[in-house]
Each structure stands twice: as structure tokens, then as C-alpha cells.
């Protein structure tokens, strides 16, 4: 089960960082002392690997240093739901994991494998956190899921100096980016770089564009499969899409290009030695693949603009995140709870946003914790669309639609990409895709 934070955790963070890869062996960390967990352990279970996982690291050393508890965390790898699953049918749950999806965090809870949060921790998030947080932690009622580290995933990573020939500044909404977008063209680059061998970034895409257009009420809809993929809202943002899709000149190397093209390679042909484009959308870990990767100063020859407002919508903001959950098969259910708790407090988030890497939907984290302006921007723009924010649709959706190579959603919109000439048939081919999926 693949998602946008995992992948970059498993592939573009190890690639740049030279990372160990996922499913590496499990960390321990030391507590004691007279501590109200000396002498316990905690075991936790997550996706991230590679710097991301160094990161979390420092996060667990602080909670031993406060608790005295010691730290076990093991790298699941790409599919969270098995490795837990698999765990807990052997008799050896973790007492925390760390869930990357909505779906996922609700097919545990429906499984019955995990403890609902302590009054402490919804006592956290009521006042620490946008009620759209907990919304997309709970399930029938009752908070499941703390979201510790989130991802903005409505921003277009652009080169200034792409711009800056072409005569153009970041657009104020989504007819003046196409006409930037031309403006770029015909200065001799692509427009866009489009990571269309990855249909994970097709998704965000159309979600950036259907939450704007369709507005808050009806994503809601749609993510929850309570109106049919065929509506014309979904229509009408698939023809959106799909103009900048076949216009001549704005994906660098075409549609079939385009096709050829996986999510570090997009980040490549904007901010790599050989520029072929001048701007990339996709979410604020761009950041971190034009720093490591290609040397580029974020917020000097690396910015970003939010995805802007399409029609007479409002800028959307999209997001993902990971989710601390407490699994009842763990064998430590007091430091569990324990670990969950400190994950919702400030101190916790800045720990990880001094090291970099790193966003919080934690209200009552102070942005200077933030090493640089520009990921301070989109903490800040993240925190200020308070509910407005929206999880991943996809990441909502049952994972054989929503999250699955090669089948779904993905390979749909790649489809689209390939040939967007007709609109309402790609929205008949997801409809029956999500009919099948959502019924099994």
C-alpha cells in the first residue's frame, strides 16, 4: 500500500542521503533512571527509513530522557498494513505504529486492533490541533490516530531563474499559471515536469484541482464515495486537467515523456545539471530532494508558489500525514499511551523541526523551531488553512482504487495522461474502478 510520504522515505530520501533502506534493522534507545517508565520498553513500528527515520529517532531520545522508557522502532518498509497484520497474527504487535493513510487507520480500527487515544491525548488534540485533524484520526466517534508529521501537499516547486528569463513571477491563480506556462514554453524550456510513471502524482493533481473547482463540501463526497465518479464536478475537473495535459510544449518530453518520467526524475529536469522545465508540483518533500540531491538553496534557486485557486475556488490545500496509533496486541500499553500523549505536545514536533525534514499540523509549535524560511512558509500555510485542509483523497480511498500500481485511480489517470481527449469516458473507467473496489 503506497503513499506519497512513504515513497519519498523509501526511494528519494535514501537516494539523496545515501539512507539505509526500508525494512533496515529496528533502533533501541536507552532510558532510565527514576522515570515514570524506567525500565519499560515501548516498540513502535513505522514506515520511515533513511534520514526520516534518524529524525523520529531524536524524537523517541527525547521521550526516553522525559519517561525513561527505552525505544524500540522498526521500519515496516512499504506496506504498513501487512507488516502489522503479520505481527500481530505472530504474537508480536508493536505498541505504537504509525499509519500513513486514512484508510488504513480506519481498517484498523474496524479490525478491532487498536485502543482507542486517552482522554489526555483528545484533550491534546482538542486544543493543540484543527478539528479536520481529528476528524481523519477518529472512526465511529472515538479518536484512534494522532497526527504527528504531516505533508503539504499543494505547492509548485518552480527555478527562479526559469522564471526570471521568461519574464514571468509566481501566478495568483490557475489561468495565469497556464499563461505563465506558455510564457515559459516559449522561452525555451517546458513548462511543468510531470512524474507520470508514478500515478501517485497524477492524484494529487486532479485533487488539487477538484478541491478548488468542486469546493470542500463536495471532495468530502467524493473521498468518501458518496457521489459517483461520473458527477459532473468530476468531469469538469478531469477537462481542466486535461487541457494542460495536451497542450503542446507545457510537459517536458510530451505525454509519453511524461510517462517515462518517476517523481525524483520530474524534481530532476527542474533543479538537476540539465534543467528541462521550470516548474514541478508536488508536495514540500520537493524541498529536500533539490537540497540533497542537486545542491539547490531552498528559497534562493528553489521556491515554491501554492498551488493556486482554479475558477472562482479558493486555493486548496491538500494534505497527507502519519498517524500514531496504540495497537491493543502490544505488550505495553501504559508507555504506549505514554509515547502518543508526548507525540501531541509541541516539544515533540520541535524536535523534528529542528532537524529539518519536517512539517507539524501542531498549532502550538512555534514556527522558529523551522531551520529556514521557506519550510516555515509551509508550516504556516498549512496551520492557516486550518479545517479547509483536506487529507489525500486517494489516501482515503480503499487501497486497490486509491493506492495500488498498476490498477485504480493510478493507472486510470495515467491512461488519461496518455490521451485526456475524453473527459467523461475516464470518469465512466474510475467510476467502475471504484465501484469494484469500494464493494470489496
Given at each position: 500500500m503506497r503513499r506519497r510520504t512513504m515513497l519519498l522515505s523509501c526511494t528519494t530520501v535514501a537516494l539523496a542521503l545515501g539512507a539505509t533502506a526500508c525494512g533496515g534493522a529496528p533502533v533501541t534507545t536507552a532510558g532510565g533512571g527514576d522515570k515514570p517508565l524506567s525500565g519499560q520498553t515501548v516498540s513502535v513500528a513505522g514506515a520511515w527509513s533513511g534520514a526520516e527515520q534518524k529524525?523520529?529517532?531524536?524524537?523517541?531520545?527525547?521521550?526516553?530522557?522525559?519517561?525513561?522508557?527505552?525505544?524500540?522502532?522498526?521500519s515496516t518498509?512499504?506496506?504498513?498494513?501487512?507488516?502489522?497484520?503479520s505481527k500481530i497474527e505472530g504474537g508480536n504487535a508493536p505498541d505504537v505504529a504509525l499509519v500513513p493513510q486514512v484508510g488504513v487507520l480506519q481498517q484498523f480500527a474496524k479490525k478491532?486492533?487498536?485502543?482507542?487515544?486517552?482522554?489526555?491525548?483528545?484533550?491534546?488534540?482538542?486544543?493543540?490541533?484543527?478539528?479536520v485533524w481529528k476528524t481523519y484520526g477518529s472512526v465511529d466517534g472515538s479518536l484512534y490516530g494522532l497526527y504527528f508529521k504531516a505533508a503539504h501537499k499543494s505547492t509548485v516547486w518552480y527555478s527562479p531563474a526559469a522564471l526570471t528569463q521568461a519574464g514571468v513571477k509566481p501566478p495568483k491563480n490557475y489561468k495565469e499559471m497556464l499563461a505563465s506556462a506558455r510564457t515559459v514554453s516559449d522561452s525555451g524550456l517546458s513548462a511543468f515536469a510531470?512524474?507520470?510513471?508514478?500515478?501517485?502524482?497524477?492524484?494529487?493533481?486532479?485533487?488539487?484541482?477538484?478541491?478548488?473547482?468542486?469546493?470542500?463540501?463536495?471532495?468530502?463526497?467524493?473521498?468518501?464515495?458518496?457521489?459517483?465518479?461520473?458527477?459532473?464536478?468530476?468531469?469538469?475537473?478531469?477537462?481542466?486537467?486535461?487541457?494542460?495535459?495536451?497542450?503542446?510544449g507545457l510537459i517536458a518530453g510530451g505525454q509519453k515523456g511524461a510517462l517515462g518520467t518517476d517523481f525524483p526524475g520530474s524534481v530532476e529536469q527542474v533543479f538537476g545539471p540539465d534543467p528541462e522545465a521550470g516548474m514541478v508540483y508536488e508536495g514540500d518533500f520537493v524541498a529536500g530532494v533539490a537540497k540533497d540531491q542537486f545542491g539547490r538553496t531552498i528559497g534562493e534557486d528553489a521556491d515554491f508558489f501554492p498551488f493556486p485557486?482554479?475558477?472562482?475556488?479558493?486555493?486548496?490545500?491538500?494534505?497527507?500525514?502519519?498517524?500514531?496509533?496504540?495497537?491493543?496486541?502490544?505488550?505495553?500499553?501504559?508507555?504506549?499511551?505514554?509515547?502518543?500523549?508526548?507525540?501531541?505536545?509541541?516539544?515533540?514536533?520541535?524536535?523534528?523541526?529542528?532537524?529539518?525534514?519536517?512539517?507539524?499540523?501542531?498549532?502550538?509549535?512555534?514556527?522558529?523551531?523551522y531551520g529556514d524560511d521557506t519550510t516555515r512558509r509551509i508550516a504556516q500555510s498549512l496551520i492557516d488553512a486550518g479545517d479547509s485542509a483536506r487529507f489525500d483523497m486517494s489516501d482515503q480511498a480503499p487501497a486497490a482504487f486509491g493506492g495500488t500500481k498498476g490498477t485504480g485511480e493510478w493507472k486510470l489517470l495515467q491512461d488519461f495522461l496518455r490521451d485526456p481527449s475524453d473527459p467523461e469516458a475516464t470518469a465512466r473507467r474510475l467510476e467502475a474502478a471504484a465501484a469494484k473496489a469500494y464493494r470489496g
Open positions: 529524525n523520529f529517532q531524536k524524537v523517541l531520545d527525547a521521550f526516553s530522557a522525559k519517561t525513561g522508557a527505552k525505544t524500540l522502532f522498526t518498509g512499504d506496506n504498513v498494513s501487512t507488516v502489522v497484520g478491532g486492533w487498536l485502543k482507542p487515544l486517552s482522554a489526555s491525548a483528545n484533550q491534546a488534540v482538542d486544543t493543540n490541533y484543527a478539528d510531470v512524474a507520470g510513471e508514478d500515478g501517485w502524482t497524477l492524484t494529487d493533481w486532479f485533487e488539487n484541482i477538484y478541491l478548488s473547482q468542486a469546493g470542500p463540501e463536495k471532495y468530502d463526497q467524493l473521498a468518501a464515495y458518496e457521489i459517483k465518479w461520473t458527477d459532473p464536478s468530476v468531469v469538469e475537473a478531469l477537462t481542466t486537467l486535461g487541457a494542460l495535459f495536451s497542450e503542446k485557486a482554479v475558477d472562482s475556488g479558493e486555493a486548496p490545500v491538500v494534505s497527507g500525514g502519519d498517524a500514531a496509533v496504540v495497537l491493543k496486541e502490544g505488550g505495553n500499553q501504559k508507555g504506549a499511551m505514554a509515547l502518543v500523549e508526548y507525540l501531541a505536545t509541541p516539544e515533540a514536533a520541535g524536535v523534528w523541526a529542528e532537524a529539518g525534514g519536517f512539517i507539524s499540523p501542531n498549532t502550538k509549535l512555534d514556527l522558529a523551531k
